[in-house]
């Protein structure tokens, strides 16, 4: 069992050598809690939660029940519900799952993921292209990782922008998910007058009697 103190709250895990960083809580976990704001009742998505620690750490502000944790591995999983217990928050769903693809909801405020290192990029490319559709229009996903390049030109190109914050050797991504907004343009309103030459007061278009 290993024991972290994060923000003032204080987290004792039990974890499993084969998972990631056994030991300790890994600095880039804390640098991207430290950057995140939580709110009650917000609805929270852990992307790979490992053995819990995102996941456990922001139910204690929004509330166990708004908060889902997902991994593909059957021992992180087993190990995030043993801690959730531990911590009296039973209430948190937790779920095993390659990725996205047993998460029916798609109203998350927060998917939090510190995603695993690939030099492919196929994992963290499935977190973030299915992670758009699971969230709420204005909820946003939060990363963190050692790589920048990748990360920020992939999330630019799913939300359409990206606030990247550099702390402790880590890169934190933040993107929103905005609304597509329909505007008339110039060209467009032009073009109307055009076409409304075309036709009568009836909305019918002119046609030339043929004799």
């Given at each position: 069992?290993?024991?972290?103190?994060?923000?003032?709250?204080?987290?004792?895990?039990?974890?499993?050598?084969?998972?990631f960083?056994?030991?300790?809580?890994?600095?880039?976990?804390?640098?991207?809690?430290?950057?995140?704001?939580?709110?009650?009742?917000?609805?929270?998505?852990?992307?790979?939660?490992?053995?819990?620690?995102?996941?456990?750490?922001?139910?204690?502000?929004?509330?166990?029940?708004?908060?889902?944790?997902?991994?593909?591995?059957?021992?992180?999983?087993?190990?995030?519900?043993?801690?959730?217990?531990?911590?009296?928050?039973?209430?948190?769903?937790?779920?095993?799952?390659?990725?996205?693809?047993?998460?029916?909801?798609?109203?998350?405020?927060?998917?939090?993921?510190?995603p695993?290192?690939?030099?492919?990029?196929?994992?963290?490319?499935?977190?973030?292209?299915?992670?758009?559709?699971?969230?709420?229009?204005?909820?946003?996903?939060?990363?963190v990782?050692?790589?920048?390049?990748?990360y920020?030109?992939?999330?630019?190109?799913?939300?359409?922008?990206?606030?990247?914050?550099?702390?402790?050797?880590?890169?934190?991504?933040?993107?929103?998910?905005?609304?597509?907004?329909?505007?008339?343009?110039?060209?467009?309103?032009?073009?109307?007058?055009?076409?409304?030459?075309?036709?009568?007061?009836?909305g019918?278009?002119?046609?030339?009697?043929?004799?």
């Amino acid at each position: 069992m290993i024991e972290c103190t994060i923000n003032g709250i204080r987290l004792k895990m039990h974890t499993e050598s084969s998972l990631f960083s056994p030991n300790f809580v890994d600095k880039g976990t804390l640098t991207m809690l430290s950057k995140t704001e939580f709110q009650p009742g917000q609805k929270i998505l852990d992307l790979g939660c490992g053995y819990g620690v995102i996941g456990i750490y922001a139910a204690h502000f929004s509330g166990a029940e708004n908060v889902t944790m997902v991994d593909n591995n059957p021992i992180a999983i087993e190990l995030a519900k043993k801690n959730a217990l531990y911590h009296d928050l039973g209430a948190i769903h937790i779920v095993q799952s390659d990725g996205l693809s047993n998460i029916v909801e798609r109203d998350f405020d927060l998917i939090l993921s510190n995603p695993p290192y690939h030099a492919d990029f196929h994992v963290p490319k499935n977190f973030i292209e299915n992670g758009f559709h699971h969230l709420k229009y204005g909820g946003s996903m939060v990363m963190v990782t050692k790589r920048y390049q990748w990360y920020k030109n992939k999330l630019q190109s799913v939300f359409g922008g990206v606030k990247v914050i550099e702390e402790n050797g880590y890169y934190i991504f933040i993107s929103e998910k905005r609304a597509i907004r329909k505007t008339r343009t110039k060209n467009r309103q032009k073009l109307s007058k055009k076409l409304q030459r075309k036709y009568d007061r009836t909305g019918r278009r002119r046609t030339a009697l043929i004799r």
